[in-house]
Structure formats: structure tokens, C-alpha cells
């Protein structure tokens, strides 16, 4: 996958680019061109963005976030985790999102699809992060609360396990439509 001087990929770019037209199409162009929606770069950079596709979208382009392209870039794979940073060197996990959830409290549908589709819930980071509100945290802590269901947890597996590619990985797979859905968040 083509990449910046600094480490970007074009779903990098096309995710964080502010006010970008028909920006649902083109990532969808590149997700089925098999552009790796949970790539990073190690390299911190100014210029270009550097973390994954979904958190370059909800960190720039605030209250200009849609529902149906979080849902696409989830449904192609897209990792969610609510941590912020971690342990004593403050390093940050790439995909976790808390930081950025300032901008999508306001959006049920948005807010419900990263709350399901979560692999991690820290509630150590949920308690100390100052970018949300309390009714914010407290919601957070509630799904970071619960156990995962078995389906939910098995689905995450395989999903991590297919990679790139995801739809077309599951539509192949010996299993009803209603598991398949089931596993792309089409439900």
C-alpha cells in the first residue's frame, strides 16, 4: 500500500481530510480496493495523518461525522477500542478512540454502533479522560461495565483473523446470511 513521506496511506488522508466531497464513496473505492482500514504510522507527524482511518475521521472532522461512513469503515474492519493512553508512558493505543468521542455524544446511532462494535473498554481511561462529560463517562462505563456476549466476542475473533478484505472474506464463509450480517455489523 502506497504511503506518504510520513507514513499516510490514502484512506489515512481520505478519512482525515476536512470537508472532503463524496468522501463515502472514496472510501469505500479504497476499502474494496483492499486498503487496510486499521492501518498506523509509528511515525508522529504534523503534516500528514498518522493514526488509523476511523480515528483520523472522528478526529477531524467534528461535528461533520456521519453515521454511514464510521459504519462502512467498521464493516471493512476497523478496530474500536475506548482506551486512551497507556501506562506510565503515556503511550497512546492506536486505536483507541475516547479522545475523540467529544464528537459524537450528540449522534445516538453513532455513538451506539462504536459502543457495540468496541473490542476494549478501559475504565480506568474512561474515569481520567477530561474531553468528555460526566453523562458521557457514565455511559461509557456502563457498556465498559458489562460482560461481553459470547457472539460478540466470537465475532471479533474472526473478524481480527480476516484482515483486509473482510466482506468478501465473510460472504464466502459456509454460514447463514443472518451470521454473516451479524458478522459485518449489518444487523
Known amino acids: 500500500e502506497e504511503r506518504t513521506e510520513h507514513g499516510a496511506t490514502?484512506?489515512?488522508?481520505?478519512?482525515?481530510l476536512v470537508g472532503l466531497k463524496n468522501r463515502r464513496q472514496i472510501v469505500e473505492?479504497?476499502?474494496?480496493?483492499?486498503?487496510?482500514?486499521?492501518?498506523?504510522?509509528?511515525?508522529?507527524?504534523?503534516i500528514d495523518p498518522y493514526l488509523p482511518p476511523l480515528i483520523e475521521y472522528l478526529k477531524n472532522n467534528g461535528c461533520d461525522?456521519?453515521?454511514?461512513?464510521i459504519s462502512l469503515l467498521i464493516k471493512f474492519g476497523a478496530k474500536v477500542s475506548f482506551r486512551g493512553y497507556l501506562g506510565v508512558v503515556r503511550a497512546k493505543d492506536p486505536?483507541?478512540?475516547?479522545?475523540?468521542?467529544?464528537?459524537?455524544?450528540?449522534?445516538?446511532?453513532?455513538?451506539?454502533?462504536?459502543?457495540?462494535?468496541?473490542?476494549?473498554?478501559?475504565?480506568?481511561?474512561i474515569k481520567h479522560v477530561n474531553t468528555i462529560n460526566v453523562?458521557?463517562?457514565?455511559?461509557?462505563?456502563?457498556?465498559?461495565?458489562?460482560?461481553?456476549?459470547?457472539k460478540h466476542l466470537c465475532r471479533l475473533y474472526i473478524r481480527d483473523r480476516m484482515c483486509t478484505g473482510l466482506p468478501e472474506k465473510v460472504k464466502i464463509l459456509p454460514l447463514p446470511s443472518?451470521?454473516?450480517?451479524?458478522?459485518?455489523?449489518?444487523?
Open 95 to 125: 486505536f483507541g478512540i475516547l479522545h475523540f468521542m467529544h464528537n459524537v455524544f450528540g449522534k445516538k446511532d453513532v455513538c451506539h454502533l462504536l459502543f457495540v462494535a468496541a473490542c476494549l473498554y478501559d475504565n480506568d481511561s
Open 135 to 150: 453523562e458521557a463517562k457514565k455511559c461509557l462505563m456502563s457498556y465498559g461495565c458489562r460482560p461481553r456476549e459470547l
Open 29 to 46: 473505492l479504497l476499502l474494496n480496493k483492499n486498503a487496510n482500514v486499521n492501518a498506523y504510522s509509528e511515525q508522529v507527524s504534523y
Open 178 to 187: 443472518l451470521v454473516k450480517s451479524y458478522l459485518l455489523f449489518d444487523l
Open 65 to 69: 461525522i456521519h453515521y454511514d461512513v
Open 10 to 16: 490514502p484512506l489515512m488522508l481520505a478519512c482525515s
